[in-house]
């Protein structure tokens, strides 16, 4: 009974250390405290393209839309790996089968047929070439184009370049706003980093694509990215 009464005030002692926060470390500052906030930017030509590619099929019954669809799809998956877009880079993203109604004034809804819907998503690692295998996509059945969303495949060495930015330029607004007091900077108490992101461009629309379509030009441009950071300085 002795050893299971240790044992409980053992465990109970273990939880109520656990249960205690830990005390939050804050730096004295005797001098004149500022805080920035920062944004570090650099830009990049993206090299991914993601795009969402599919097939919609309307028939009078259910089975009808959906073996029209696989059918096509099958073709439009057949195109991609014949254009050498590996099955890594292919996804599919949404499946659908929706009933397609009449409303006649002052009576019931008549249903008319179905529609059946398969997209994927298709990360183009050539977008150079993008434009081309699209155009192929369409030839085979696709009649669904949505994107592209450019982007940077690998950001980190860029995003590593706008935090030195963002550090250098608030080292430097520090400094300003030191001189214009009549101060100068002692130290930094602190950095933060609230996240480093691409500038999304506006969304694109979403096509429906006919087979005579050619020629689709896919133009890369440049990308923003962005780190944007907290910094706070004593003055003196």
């Known amino acids: ?80 790996k014949k254009a050498g877009v590996a ?53 085979e059945g696709a009649n669904q184009i949505n994107g592209p969303n450019l982007t940077v495949d690998h950001p980190e060495q860029a995003l590593d370049e706008a935090r030195a930015k963002a550090i250098a330029t608030g080292r430097a607004r520090a400094n300003l706003y030191a001189r214009s007091l009549g101060m100068q900077v002692a130290r930094i108490v602190s950095v933060s980093e609230s996240g480093g992101y691409a500038v999304p461009p506006p969304a694109p629309p979403m096509m429906e694509m006919r087979a005579q379509a050619a020629d689709t030009k896919i133009v890369p441009g440049e990308q923003q990215l962005q780190v944007l950071l907290s910094m706070v300085f004593e003055l003196r």
Do not use: W
Request: aromatic share 4%; proline share 5%.
């Open 1 to 80: 009974m002795r050893t299971l009464l240790i044992a409980l005030m053992l465990s109970a002692a273990s939880t109520a250390a656990v249960a205690q926060p830990l005390p939050s470390v804050q730096q004295q500052i005797s001098g004149t405290r500022l805080d920035i906030n920062v944004t570090g930017e650099v830009t990049r030509v993206p090299d991914v393209a993601l795009i969402s590619a599919g097939v919609v099929t309307r028939a009078t019954t259910a089975s009808a839309a959906i073996q029209q669809n696989a059918s096509r799809m099958d073709r439009v998956l057949a195109a991609l």
């Open 87 to 139: 099955e890594k880079d292919v996804q599919t993203s949404s499946i659908s089968l929706n009933p397609e109604y009449r409303y006649p004034q002052n009576q019931a809804p008549q249903l008319t047929g179905y529609t059946a819907s398969n997209q994927v998503t298709v990360k183009f690692r050539d977008i150079a070439e993008s434009g081309r295998i699209l155009d192929a996509l369409v030839g």
